[in-house]
Each structure stands twice: as C-alpha cells, then as structure tokens.
C-alpha cells in the first residue's frame, strides 16, 4: 500500500451512522477522518458500517461479515461506538419491571460484547500498525438521576479497556456534561453537527501513535 494513504473503518451505532444532523452533513466520522488527514499529514479513505439501533452484540456480530471482517484485515484505524442502545433498552425493561438489576446486567454484557469485539480485531487485524479507539458515553437524559448512575457504571467499564494494546477511549461524557443544550440536537438525544465535531476532537486528541 501507498505510505502515504491510510484507511478508516467506522463500526457501531446511530452515533457512527450521524443521526441528529441533516442528511449528507459531516458527522463524527468524516469529521475525524478530516482531523486525522490534517495531523497525520496523510490521504485517509474511510468505509462505514453501522446501524441505528445497534447494541454491542449487533456490532459484535457485524464483524462476522466476510465484507466487515476484510475491511478490518485493511484498516489502520478503526473507531467504535457501541453501549448506549444496550441501556436504553436495558432502561425501557427497568420502567416496565422496575428491576435495577436490568440495567447492572445490559452493563456487565455490553462488556463481555465489547471484549469479544476487541479480541475478534485484535485477532484479524494484519496491519503492523493500527490503532483502536471507542468511547464512553454522554448522558442525554440529565433529568433522570438513575440514568446518570447506569452510564458513569458503563463509563467505569468501558475506561478498563483503554489499558489493552493500540487502544484508546476518548471521553465523552466529559465533552458534553454541562453543554447538551449547545451539543446535543433538537430530540435531545443524538448530538448535532457542533456536537459530532466536539466528539471528533475528542478521538483526535487521544493521539495515533503508533500509526
């Protein structure tokens, strides 16, 4: 391959996909995409798998694809967003059944998912060099105390896996506590245009060493 031309894979959910901005806007990942160009001085092409909707265990099973699994063999850097479609649904149980363990076990799963995920990359990806990067999660609904709970619970777990090799864990929640009302869009839950650019930033700071 050309030293000069790196390629992106972008896994995960509606946050990868851009719901919440206009349609053919950039989102998190062309906006990262663009900020990587500009500081690794190099042509990055980038490909897109993700679905609204998706939990830990659909991404994890997205990578059972021949199409996904040769696009992460070919990647250099590969971000992944998963986890907040596990609590919300894990959330919409705890209303019906008001069971807290719901929402302790959608955490303690969506780590075992995302485990198995970075051991099936980790596994396939031929590159020398390649870097790994997830994220934790924003709260959208700052009303709602139990919420706050569940995602700094899910937060704690996604962090621990920041120590594996070639991985990093951009910090979110940070970015957008105290700024949903300039970050987040019109429905409250997904971020808008400023918002994707404030989580690309975030990606982008975490460095690309060893690229």
């Known amino acids: 391959m050309d030293s000069n031309h790196l390629r992106y894979l972008a896994i995960g959910d509606s946050l990868t996909?851009?719901?919440?901005?206009?349609?053919?806007?950039?989102?998190?990942?062309?906006y990262y995409r663009c900020l990587s160009q500009q500081i690794l001085k190099k042509r990055i092409s980038y490909q897109?798998?993700?679905?609204?909707?998706?939990?830990?265990?659909?991404v994890l099973t997205m990578l059972n694809a021949p199409i996904v699994t040769e696009a992460v063999n070919c990647a250099n850097i590969i971000t992944i967003t998963a986890g907040g479609d596990d609590l919300i649904n894990a959330a919409k149980g705890f209303i019906i059944n008001k069971n807290e363990e719901s929402i302790s076990h959608a955490i303690k799963q969506s780590g075992n998912n995302i485990s198995k995920i970075l051991e099936k990359i980790h596994h396939l990806d031929k590159q020398d060099k390649y870097i790994l990067r997830l994220m934790n999660l924003y709260n959208p609904f700052i009303d709602i105390p139990i919420a706050d709970e569940a995602i700094r619970a899910f937060n704690s777990?996604?962090?621990?896996?920041?120590?594996?090799?070639?991985?990093?864990?951009?910090?979110?929640?940070?970015?957008f506590k105290g700024n949903e009302k300039v970050l987040l869009s019109s429905g409250g839950v997904h971020p808008n245009s400023r918002g994707y650019y404030q989580m690309a930033l975030a990606f982008s700071r975490l460095g690309y060493s060893p690229l």
């Open 17 to 30: 996909v851009g719901i919440g901005i206009l349609f053919l806007d950039p989102g998190f990942v062309e």
């Open 48 to 58: 897109k798998y993700a679905r609204s909707g998706a939990t830990t265990e659909d």
């Open 157 to 175: 777990m996604i962090n621990s896996f920041g120590r594996e090799l070639n991985v990093k864990v951009a910090d979110i929640y940070s970015v």
